[in-house]
């Protein structure tokens, strides 16, 4: 420095360790920025494939699961929610109903059209 005749010793001796400091830090940023950015990508050959890792395994609440065992008078759920308006039995009965009837369309009726219509656009 030049004008180190002016300037008391204590904040000379302050400078020189900053400066110092400054220096080092400076010194340790390049060889940090050297070694994380500037590395080359390698390409995508030379990447190993990631192997699939299960994180989570599905486990649905048993009242998901068997929900209809656990409605009755003595089970956890109780009774049916509407079984006074309409038993059980006749919600039952329908489902299985509404399950028949959507097969037997599915096989006679939708089956049939769809080989009809497959013969009539070999014709055309």
């Known amino acids: 420095m030049k004008e180190q005749r002016w300037i008391n010793r204590t904040v000379l ?29 390698p390409p995508k050959s030379e990447l190993k494939i990631l192997e699939r890792a299960n994180m989570v395994a599905p486990k649905p609440p048993k009242e998901v699961v068997d929900g209809i065992a656990m409605l009755g008078p003595n089970q956890p759920f109780g009774n049916p929610l509407f079984e006074k308006l309409v038993p059980y039995a006749v919600h039952q009965a329908a489902s299985i109903y509404a399950d028949r009837r959507d097969r037997l369309v599915n096989q006679s009726i939708i089956d049939d059209l769809e080989a009809m219509n497959g013969k009539i656009r070999d014709i055309l």
């Open 13 to 41: 001796g302050d400078l020189q360790g900053l400066k110092t400091r400054v220096a080092e830090d400076l010194k340790r940023a390049e060889k940090d920025n050297d070694v994380i950015y500037l590395l080359p990508v």
